[in-house]
C-alpha cells in the first residue's frame, strides 16, 4: 500500500485539480494506494468538497481536525494514520507535483533509499526566494545538518522511516529537520517548484517566520552561541574600558565623565536582555514539550467503511 499525506487549510478552489493529479499521478505505479487528506481546519467548502471527492475517488481518506493546527501538525496527523508501507508528504497547493511521485518512488524502491525528498532548484514564485534560500544556507550552517538545503515537506519515506519520524513526540516540530535528524539512507530528486495553482499561501510571513525560528532553537544550540559571543565581547570591551579609566584616574587627566558610566549601563544592560530573552526562549520551549499536550486533535476521520 502507498499513502499519500496532503494537508489542506482553505484550499476549496484547488481540490478538485488536486484530486484528479494526484490520483492520476499514483496509478500511474500502483494500484493499491490512499490519499489522506488532512483537513486543517478550513472555514471555507474544502471539506465538503473532499467529501464530494471521495463518492467518485474511493481511495481517498479524510481526516478532519477539530481546528487548525498548522500544517506541520497536519502532516504529523497524516503520518500517524497512514498506512502504507511507502508513504509520501505533499504539499496541497499543486507547488510540488504530484506526477513526480513515480520518479520518487522508483528511486527509494529501486536504489536502496529509505527516504527520498524532492530538492528544490528554484521556484517558480519569486516570493520569498532569498529569504528561504538564506534561511537554508544559516539552518544548514547552525545545525550541522548537511544536504538539507531545498529540501521541504515533499518526499517518500518507507515504514522503518516513518516509524522513526513516529517515535519523535515534541510538540515543536520541524519536519524537514526531524527527517533529516533520523538518519537512514537518504536520497533526492531535483525539482522545479511551481507557483501555487489558485488562492494565497496559507502558510502567512509570519507563520513561515515561526517556522523557522522552530527549526532554529530545536536544531541548534546557535541563539546561545550568539549570547556567549556577544557576552565575551562585552567583557573584554568593558575590561580595556576599566583600564583606561583607571590609568586616566591614576594620573588625573580629567574627571571621569558621567556618559562611560550611562553608556556602559547601556551596553551591559542591553547584552542582558538579548541572553535573558535566548533563555526565556527556550525555557518556554522546554515549558512547552513538558505539557506534553497532543499535537492535533481529530473530529472526524472519513476512512474506507465511513459512509
Ligand atoms: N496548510 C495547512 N495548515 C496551515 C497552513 C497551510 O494545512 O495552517 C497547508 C496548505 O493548505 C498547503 C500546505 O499546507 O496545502 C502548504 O501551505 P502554503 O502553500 O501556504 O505554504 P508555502 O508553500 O508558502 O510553504
Ligand atoms: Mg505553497
Known amino acids: 500500500m502507498f499513502s499519500l499525506i496532503i494537508p489542506v487549510y482553505n484550499e476549496e478552489g484547488l481540490i478538485d485539480e488536486l484530486v484528479s493529479r494526484s490520483a492520476k499521478a499514483l496509478e500511474s505505479f500502483t494500484p493499491n494506494y490512499e490519499i489522506l487528506f488532512i483537513n486543517d481546519g478550513s472555514t471555507d467548502s474544502t471539506l465538503r468538497k473532499l467529501i464530494e471527492a471521495r463518492k467518485q475517488y474511493s481511495r481517498i481518506k479524510i481526516v478532519d481536525l477539530s481546528r487548525n493546527f498548522g500544517h506541520q501538525a497536519a502532516f504529523t496527523a497524516g503520518l500517524e494514520m497512514a498506512m502504507g508501507n511507502y508513504v509520501a508528504m505533499m504539499d496541497g497547493d499543486l507547488q510540488d507535483p504530484p506526477e513526480l511521485l513515480a520518479e520518487m518512488y522508483r528511486k527509494i524502491k529501486e536504489e536502496g533509499f529509505d527516504i527520498v525528498s524532492g530538492k528544490r532548484q528554484g521556484r517558480k514564485g519569486k516570493r520569498l526566494k532569498i529569504a528561504t534560500n538564506l534561511f537554508h544556507a544559516f539552518f544548514k550552517q547552525a545545525s550541522g545538518m548537511e544536504d538539507m538545503e531545498n529540501a521541504g515537506n515533499f518526499s517518500i519515506m518507507n515504514r522503518a522511516a516513518v516509524n522513526a519520524m513516529l517515535q519523535m513526540k515534541e510538540t515543536i516540530r520541524y519536519l524537514p529537520g526531524l527527517r533529516m535528524f533520523i538518519g537512514f539512507k537518504q536520497g533526492y530528486v531535483d525539482y522545479i517548484r511551481e507557483d501555487r495553482l489558485e488562492g494565497e499561501p496559507k502558510m502567512s510571513l509570519g507563520k513561515l517566520i515561526l517556522l523557522g525560528a522552530d527549526a532554529i532553537f530545536s536544531f541548534s544550540n546557535f541563539p546561545i552561541k550568539v549570547c556567549l559571543f556577544l557576552g565575551?565581547?562585552?567583557t573584554i570591551v568593558f575590561f580595556f574600558a576599566?583600564?583606561?579609566?583607571?590609568?586616566?584616574k591614576l594620573f588625573g587627566w580629567s574627571v571621569l565623565g558621567w556618559s562611560s558610566t550611562v553608556l556602559s549601563i547601556y551596553f551591559l544592560g542591553s547584552i542582558q536582555l538579548i541572553?535573558?530573552?535566548?533563555?526565556?526562549?527556550?525555557v518556554y520551549r522546554i515549558y512547552k514539550e513538558s505539557q506534553n499536550r497532543?499535537?492535533?486533535?481529530?473530529?472526524?476521520?472519513?476512512?474506507?467503511?465511513?459512509?
Open 275 to 282: 541572553f535573558l530573552g535566548v533563555v526565556g526562549e527556550y
Open 294 to 307: 497532543p499535537i492535533y486533535l481529530v473530529r472526524k476521520f472519513y476512512d474506507a467503511e465511513t459512509e
Open 242 to 248: 576599566g583600564v583606561y579609566a583607571l590609568v586616566d
Open 232 to 234: 565575551t565581547i562585552g
